[in-house]
């Protein structure tokens, strides 16, 4: 069946640092991949997306870009800021449901 | 708008009691979801309603009964609570379909003991 890979966490940076989260997928057909954010407290919210084989998703200086050939969907920022601590979620999608990654804990100090 | 509400914000419950989850949105989306969120599993699909007037069985089903009341309201139904469905409950709604983004509700707290 579908499922997403994603690095586990937590993962520290300190602020102005580079950040990488990996995720990788398996899925039949074309699945649509999404990263979600989730805050403290809060449920989660769309960061990304992309629908098709290299679509670059972008927001709030996040990107990432859908790799058919390594079935990958890699999150990055170029400089990380405290605001960004939250927990990371891959999901992909191949019609009705989403199927999510277990999510990544980032921690940015100060 | 308010978006995606959900009552009641924190339970708990003894095993075996029952109780109903509320979800309700305002944006007018054909599609509603509940999810559960354990430590270190990520979000599993309890159960989805593509549209008004149906629904579906996600990943994880068992001990859970779901109602889309309408458009808006989408209730999950425990009726006999077990310590195994102490979690996090996340309701969300999208216009139709996961191809599109999917609005999640603050999430219910349920503590079974």
Request: glycine share 10%; aromatic share 12%; hydrophobic share 30%.
């Amino acid at each position: 069946g579908d499922s997403v890979t994603q690095m586990e966490g937590p993962v520290t940076l300190s602020e102005e640092a580079f950040l990488t989260i990996n995720c990788t997928y398996t899925a039949t057909g074309y699945p649509s991949l999404f990263w979600y954010v989730q805050y403290p407290g809060e449920g989660l919210q769309l960061l990304l997306k992309a629908t098709k084989a290299d679509d670059k998703g972008s927001n709030k200086g996040f990107e990432a870009t859908y790799r058919k050939e390594t079935t990958s969907f890699h999150l990055e920022k170029g400089s990380v800021q405290v605001s960004d601590s939250a927990v990371y979620f891959c999901a992909l999608s191949t019609g009705y449901a989403l199927n999510f990654g277990k999510g990544t804990s980032l921690l940015v100090t100060p | 708008n308010a978006g995606v509400t959900q009552t009641p914000k924190f339970q708990v419950l003894k095993t075996g009691q029952s109780m109903t989850l509320q979800c309700a949105q305002d944006m007018n989306h054909n599609s509603m979801y509940w999810y559960r969120q354990d430590p270190g599993m990520g979000l599993r699909l309890i159960y989805y309603s593509a549209s008004e007037g149906t629904t579906d069985k996600g990943e994880v089903p068992n001990g859970y009964n779901v109602s889309r009341l309408n458009k808006r309201e989408f209730s999950l139904r425990l009726e006999s609570a077990a310590p195994s469905q102490t979690s996090v409950y996340f309701c969300a709604s999208s216009e139709l379909g996961a191809l599109n983004e999917q609005y999640f509700g603050p999430g219910t707290r349920l503590t079974v003991t």
